[in-house]
């Protein structure tokens, strides 16, 4: 997440827009704006350019691999409108820009998102191609996984991608992005392999054992999310608070996963920020901490025979 706190200019953001006609001009004017309003990137881009582009793209649909000649296109008297009222949501009404365009990408796969879901972004991207070797499996294949606070359904469908033979369970406690998920998991032809339930955690799923576990889950400190940008608290606050420190529902999830993995089994946890709290109040488990490319190294893989029976359930 990139977020500079500044204090926006008074008067119309937008004023002297109207002498702007190609999609470059657009585009600087665009970064401009970012800048000037303290616009909150990280939820599609890491950066005001790459959003901006990709918003005025989309916008007009035109292709997101366009090359750089693109941005000499003139735009008619509708297409500045377009991008002028796209704009204005955006920097006016602090919209992310993945609800204005109703899209959001993990690598190669593209999901229909919208409020009732947080937007995806995760380091499972990175993590699910390499879980064979993490969990020590060569060459054999998880039968049955699950994934506990799925959201919009997309770390489900990027498992079942990645394991063709695989059943998964996609599970969540809000009936609202169980309906996203729905729509995603038909979109991708593997509603007869993906199987969403709606669960507070573990607590309605019918008895069932899994080969792994998977959850990137709210682990976000209540009082963090307060302060976070107006972006991201238009995300459900549901799907980002993790209570007082973060780990309310961690605790449950590693309460409830022995029982739910077979012998040989994992629970592997997306955890942000956490990993010395993690280490803190669990460091019986000894997670292994599962390498990313940028280094933040926030996923932790526990095999089941580390899970204690009789460890606290919220």
């Known amino acids: 997440m990139s977020w500079k706190k500044t204090t926006p200019r008074s008067g119309d953001p937008f004023a002297g827009a109207g002498a702007l006609s ?20 990280g939820q599609v881009a890491t950066d005001p350019h790459d959003e901006a582009l990709y918003l005025l793209l989309r916008t007009l649909d035109l292709p997101l691999d366009s090359d750089s000649s693109v941005l000499d296109r003139k735009l008619t008297a509708a297409e500045r409108a377009k991008v002028r009222a796209i704009l204005r949501r955006r920097v006016v009404g602090r919209i992310p820009a993945a609800y204005l365009t109703r899209e959001a990408f993990l690598g190669e796969h593209r999901f229909y998102v ?11 991207l990175e993590v699910i191609p390499q879980m064979r070797k993490f969990l020590g499996r060569k060459g054999a294949t998880p039968a049955r996984m699950a994934d506990v606070c799925t959201g919009s359904g997309c770390l489900a469908i990027l498992l079942a991608h990645a394991f063709p033979d695989a059943e998964i369970d ?29 669960s507070d955690v573990f607590d309605s799923v019918p008895p069932a054992t899994y080969d792994v576990i998977l959850s990137n889950p709210p682990y976000e400190p209540s009082a963090r999310v307060d302060a976070l940008p107006p972006e991201f608290r238009r995300e459900p606050r549901l799907a980002l608070d993790g209570g007082a420190d973060g780990l309310a529902v961690i605790r449950k999830l590693l309460g409830q996963a022995r029982e ?48 204690p029976r009789h460890l606290a359930r919220s």
């Open 114 to 124: 919208d409020e009732r879901v947080i937007i995806p972004r995760s380091y499972f």
């Open 170 to 198: 996609a599970i969540d406690v809000s009936k609202s992005a169980l309906e996203v998920a729905r729509i995603n998991v038909r979109a991708h032809g593997l509603a007869d392999r993906v199987k969403l339930r709606l």
């Open 22 to 41: 190609s999609l470059g001009a657009w585009l600087a004017f665009a970064e401009r704006l970012y800048e000037r309003e303290g616009l909150a990137v």
């Open 260 to 307: 739910r993995l077979v012998p040989r089994g994992a629970v592997l946890i997306e955890v942000g920020g956490l990993k010395s709290a993690m280490d803190r109040e669990f460091a019986g488990l000894c997670a292994q901490w599962l390498p990313t490319r940028d280094g933040s190294d926030c996923v932790c893989a526990i095999r089941a025979d580390r899970l």
